[in-house]
């Protein structure tokens, strides 16, 4: 089936610094991939909609400069938290979909994290 | 994409059977119902899909009534393994749209 890593696992960083989340589809082409944040007990908040070769989308209230989406190849996005500040501490999420009809979204396993 | 409504939580035994309702009352001609999981610090896990009528995998079963205005993921026999997260989503799966996450539904077993 479908897989999504996802990397790192969780990640410590100071707060001022940043932080780059991988998001990888291992054995489909994902022409789009999808950020999610959640935060403690509580469901998951699109952030961006990433297309191969194009700017990312994003959603109401994300900041796209803080939150730097890149989606250079069919198998690869990524997210650069910059500045992090504590506040931006969250369990961060990819999902990708293929270019061929899926019945599913495929999602990874998600990044901690902790900006201190 | 529809908005779902779903009980926030629901307590079983183990061995129990949990069914749980997800109403969707705009769902359009065109959109498909799915469940996902989730545990704690991992990311959702499809469970099923369906249209119409009855859906069965290894995992659960999806009840979705003529009108498809709800549906009730059954799961059979629950374990403490089961313990997580449940999220219905109506949506088409032949487009590009995007997936908008309700507030799921906390299932915890119990011995």
């Known amino acids: 089936g479908a897989v999504v890593s996802q990397h790192p696992s969780r990640v410590i960083c100071k707060s001022g610094t940043s932080v780059k989340i991988e998001c990888r589809s291992l054995d489909f082409q994902a022409t789009t991939m999808f950020w999610y944040r959640q935060f403690p007990k509580q469901s998951l908040m699109l952030m961006a909609t990433s297309n191969e070769g194009s700017k990312a989308t994003y959603e109401q209230g994300v900041e796209k400069d803080k939150f730097l989406i890149n989606h250079a190849s069919l198998t690869l996005s990524t997210l650069t938290v910059t500045s992090a500040h504590p506040e931006d501490s969250s369990f961060y999420i990819c999902?990708?979909?293929?270019?061929?009809?899926?019945?599913?979204?495929?999602f990874g396993s998600g990044t901690r994290l902790t900006v201190v | 994409l529809a908005k779902t409504t779903q009980p926030i939580s629901m307590d079983s035994y183990e061995g129990q059977e949990v069914n749980i309702t997800c109403s969707h009352n705009?769902?359009?001609?065109?959109?498909?119902i799915t469940w996902y999981q989730q545990f704690p610090s991992q990311g959702p896990r499809f469970i099923i899909q369906?249209?119409?009528t009855k859906v069965t995998n290894e995992v659960a079963s999806l009840f979705i009534p003529a009108d498809r205005k709800s549906s009730t993921l059954s799961l059979p026999r629950v374990s403490l393994s089961d313990t997580a997260v449940y999220y219905c989503l109506v949506g088409q799966t032949d487009s590009w749209g995007k997936l908008q996450f309700g507030a799921g539904t906390q299932v915890v077993v119990t011995p």
């Open positions: 705009n769902i359009a001609t065109n959109d498909y």
């Open positions: 369906g249209y119409k």
């Open positions: 999902s990708a979909r293929g270019d061929t009809i899926y019945y599913g979204y495929t």
